[in-house]
């Protein structure tokens, strides 16, 4: 099984632009003309809305030839699951959903109604479901898996609700270049996963030059590398760039200067913030985000947190609860509710509707069903993680985390068990074309 439908190119609009088709249906992806050697009616795999390789067209149709049949099926499932029961509307937030069915922007206070006024059962259930079909509507049955290895648990940070903060004394490791690449082959080869993640804390042991060998590497695999590797000089995500790689993670954490003060000593929201502006000025792929319900941090807050994503305008968002790390500064507080953050996904998909966002690790952790809940709800991309168990639980920055027990092979399978009850397929997260 592969995690990219192969696309064919059937337009190329300028350098940069190229459109690919997928039984019909249209995607505008990024690529370089300079480098990338393709034509009109090549096949090719995309990831992250950009250009990952071409593929033979032999092979090519082989695989399309076995995705066709269960891509038309999936699409049924999924049209089906994006409907909204109108009848269940009630009046107290139909004037909001109704400006959202209309294209139109919400306004702050619009965002936190729908955060304080919906509580039952039946209320959250209407806003999940028209943020699934917002979600359908953006972006039919398209869905990313992408997979994360976390090559170290080093840190020089300290931050309050991390369990590898700096003065945690905690087991640490740091993979070797080698065995990274090993996990990257396999996720490649035996998965077909079609983009990787190279996460880490802020290890400076992996400086400059270890990190281009990683990068160059995994991008000769042919697939999408992303880095998820902390504060480092903007010149250092230059050359990680030109090394090949074209994505990369960093939250923001909390929009709320005083809260990430408190919490992430020595650091500021400015400095990250710049940070987050000039890796996307480089030409990255950006996901950022946040922590939902750090202690202290209100519903305004995520409303600002909302805010402050949709305006780094990133390609993905990634945000997931604050869960306790035993033995952090944190350790006795507590996570928010799965409803919050389901909430924060469906009105995150209503403020930037053509949005990529993660289902993370954090939320299946606090709630081992609202995986499918968040899928349901507004989210459509999803990162897996296939770092080797015996380092995996080592990356402890919160207890128990929901991936730590599963090895690759089970990963991926309820990956795609669970994407395939919902009808969605790996036909990448590019844009729609209109
Ligand atoms: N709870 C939830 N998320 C956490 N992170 C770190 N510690 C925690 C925690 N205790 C998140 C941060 C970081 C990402 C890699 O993990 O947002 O950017």
Redesign the pocket.
Known sequence: MCYAIPAKLIAIKDNRTAVVDYFGEHRNILFDAATDNVQIGDYVYAQGGILVRKILQDEAEEILKSWREVFFELKKTDAALASIDQSSLPTNVLGVLQKINLRKSLKKEEMLALFDGLTTPNELKVLYEVANNVRQREHGNASCVHGIIEFSNYCRND?H???IRCSHDVQRYRMTIDEILAVAHTAIDKYGFKAIVL?SGEDLWYDEQRLTTVVKETKKMGVLVFV?IGEREPEVYANLYKAGARAAL??F?TSNAEIFAKLRPHTTLDKRVDLIKKIKEIGYVLATG??VGLPGATNIDVVNDILLTRYLAPDMYSF??????RG?P?ENNLSPSKDTVLKTIAISRFVDSNANILVTT?LETLAAAAKREALLAGANSMMINITPNAYKKMYA??DNRACDTQDMDNTVKDTVDLLFSLGRAPTDIGMTVN
Do not use: D, W
């Open positions: 931050c609700y991390c369990g996460q998820s960093m939250r954490e946040f922590i997931g609860p604050f869960l306790p790390a952090t944190l954090a920055i919160y």
